[in-house]
């Protein structure tokens, strides 16, 4: 159902939902039940995606299957890659106390057994919008050996309910990423933004800074300097019941050591996400304007 030249969509849809209250992944938010995912490998197929690897807990997987997996199993290739806590080298012990797994960068380690081609990897909570897929497949299909990410602007990327975590960049001459720095508790502040950390330190942001929502563009190769990433954070702060390994941070590094080039691709059109449960009327509510111009059909799966 694919061809050699088809990039895959991994889907990060491990997350626990602490924030939300439940599994956001499988909420309806479209007129005919369809999730956020719906709308995600929607806006793929019609960008040239050939298959789609879900990264789920085990304890989700009946119910994933069932309400997410089932409906796309026809229309193209499927597969499923879990996140557990537990996944992580001989060597390293699970502090005790935590819960969670390990965040993103072991998420995205969980496909590799599912991932041969250049691919996506997406948040399953995120609406990205359809030239989104656009241009990021036209990366991964033009040979390049580059990493790319979908790049946003930050103020509108927030939420009216609560703070939210952001991947806030700096780029250097080409559209390339230079620098990445997750933070985790950002917020308005009047008409600026700004972020305000465990410790009381407050930066300010104008708003148009771009930002990462996890919408990133790999090879295969990302797969070994991810394992090495995830080993040297296991080293530094495995011992932290809390801490995660996230994405941003780990291709900041990468970057910095010129292990990597990511080309920053700006993001035209919409997107929103649900991280409180209270958002989601807002999504409702874009996803019936985004139908009433066309962009979708009433139902997106005949």
Known sequence: MTSASSPT??????GMGSRYGGLKQIDPVGPSGETIIDYSIFDALRAGFGKVVFVIRKDI??????IVGSRFEKRLAVDYAFQSLEDIPQRFTVPAGRTKPWGTTQAIIAGASAVREPFAAINADDFYGAESFRVLAGHLTCGSPDYAM?????RNTLSEFGTVARGVCELADGNYLKGIVEYLAIGRDGDSVRNVDASGTVTQFTGNEPVSLNFWGFTPRIFDQLRESFETFLEQSGADAKRECLIPTTLNDLVAAGKARVKVLPAEGS???VTYREDRPRVIESIRALIATGAYPEKLWP
């Open 9 to 14: 969509l991994l889907v990060l849809a491990a």
């Open 150 to 154: 979908v790049g946003f602007i930050l």
């Open 61 to 66: 997987e009946e119910a994933f299957r069932e």
């Open 271 to 273: 997107w929103f996400g």
